[in-house]
């Protein structure tokens, strides 16, 4: 197995790591039927967070240095799309998702009552449609990476 081939094989693995948790983070917390379920739910989405934040350097680690190693990939549209468009899904992290979970975050943390909050599900659609929005970045990024279109 070559340098490369190993990268590539840390490149899919970071991959199922980084990314997958992301595919069920919201899944988890919809569930919740009071606020003791619901802080559970997002004790456990906050680990899951983890493995995709390790996960998702690792891959754009790998996927930059892959393409140091094979520098035509930089002409390729499928590498650099894929590229852009995950830079873009890290973006997202700092400029729109904290903002919206630091609301949720004060609610779940101030909250006395054993009922979810009507407030917090206008506060949950919002933030989860943006992570929607990053799923279908991810899942963009992963039929340019198996296809390679072009």
Known sequence: MSFYELLVFIHIFSAILGMGPGFVMTVIVKNAGNMTELRHAFVIRNTLHRFSMVGGTILLLTGVWMG???????????????????????????????????????????????????????????????????????????????????
């Open 68 to 150: 140091f190693l094979h520098p035509y990939l930089f002409t390729q549209g499928w590498y650099v799309v894929s590229l852009c468009l995950f830079l873009i899904a890290v973006a997202f992290g700092p400029f729109v998702l904290s903002p919206r979970s630091k609301p949720i975050k004060e609610l779940l943390k101030n909250s006395e009552e054993e009922a979810i909050p009507e407030h917090y599900y206008s506060l949950s659609s919002k933030l989860f449609f943006f992570e929607h929005m990053i799923n279908i970045l991810f899942i963009t990024i992963i039929t340019l990476m198996i296809l390679k279109p072009f």
